[in-house]
């Protein structure tokens, strides 16, 4: 009886254990986006891929400063831009604990490209083509930059590079990575490599909804990704952006960011608002959705 009871109790237990295991590791409010990322990440230095989006993106200021090409800090743009950052940035820590570290960057170049991206460590910069083609408004730019932040969170691009060093490079060019090579050479190709990364479908996925989550958190309409995603689409008539380029635009991927919107609009409505909109300063955060013509800083009220 005694052996009864015991194989009895020791039965509930395995099926309590069992019933555990299937509960999320990770149960949280927002966007459903699995914790766990890519092993190739290992294959590359954190440390040195930071280091050399610095130096990429420090040298691309240089070269913009000298071509006239890098807007001033107290332009209009550059102003709302670090605004929209300054208010995202504080939720990004939760996806990635390096980023308490970053020192974290924004800049604006002077170019027709419809083009923004976020490097590793936190180095922004927008395109105002993308700005001025697009009209964004400031939750369309929240969403845009959100989306940017996300890939430097879930370290998209030293994912990428870790599958490049694993199956086109071989062991030599990992080891350098790693810092057991030539260090000098690895960081210049990797800065090279930076800028020119194209991700995957996950990818990209998981940055659209990640950088939802940031946006609403941060006050800004996470709706906006649906119209950012349609003007994107409308822009993408003839020759594509190259903003579009690396960001392929679908019907899939406007599905998956509606789908997630009852994940992330509570969190929108429970956030607090910027205290100044740069875009429609006497409508809503949705005025977006609206028929009426949207103001934009710099277009005459």
């Not at 990704?225 to 380029?245: D, E, V």
């Amino acid at each position: 009886m005694q052996i009864r009871r015991l194989f009895s109790l020791s039965t509930v237990s395995l099926a309590l254990v069992a019933q555990l295991a299937v509960v999320p590791a990770w149960a949280r409010e927002g966007v459903d986006v699995p914790r766990q990322q890519s092993g190739f990440t290992r294959l590359v230095s954190a440390e040195q891929v930071e280091q050399a989006a610095t130096a990429q993106y420090q040298q691309m200021a240089t070269e913009a400063r000298n071509q006239n090409a890098l807007l001033p800090d107290n332009h209009p743009q550059v102003v709302r831009l670090r605004a929209i950052a300054k208010r995202i940035i504080p939720y990004s820590l939760e996806w990635n604990r390096r980023a308490n570290q970053w020192q974290w960057q924004v800049m604006v170049l002077n170019s027709k490209e419809l083009n923004a991206f976020c490097m590793p460590g936190g180095k922004i910069a927008f395109y105002t083509g993308i700005l001025d083609q697009l009209q964004l408004t400031d939750d369309e730019a929240a969403m845009v930059m959100g989306h940017e932040i996300a890939h430097a969170l879930r370290e998209h691009a030293r994912e990428r590079m870790g599958k490049t060093s694993a199956t086109k490079l071989g062991a030599s060019l990992i080891s350098g990575l790693l810092g057991l090579g030539s260090v000098g050479d690895s960081l210049l190709n990797m800065g090279g490599q930076l800028l020119t990364l194209k991700f995957s479908r996950e990818n990209e996925t998981e940055a659209d909804l990640v950088g939802m989550e940031l946006a609403a958190r941060a006050g800004y309409d996470p709706r906006a990704g649906i119209s950012l995603w349609k003007k994107m689409a409308a822009a993408n008539k003839g020759a594509p952006p190259q903003w579009l380029s690396t960001h392929p635009a679908s019907d899939t991927r406007i599905q998956d960011m509606e789908e997630a919107l009852p994940q992330v609009m509570p969190l929108y409505e429970r956030a607090a608002k910027p205290d100044r909109r740069y875009d429609a300063p006497k409508k809503t955060g949705a005025a977006h959705l609206s028929q009426e013509p949207l103001a934009y800083w710099g277009v005459a009220q």
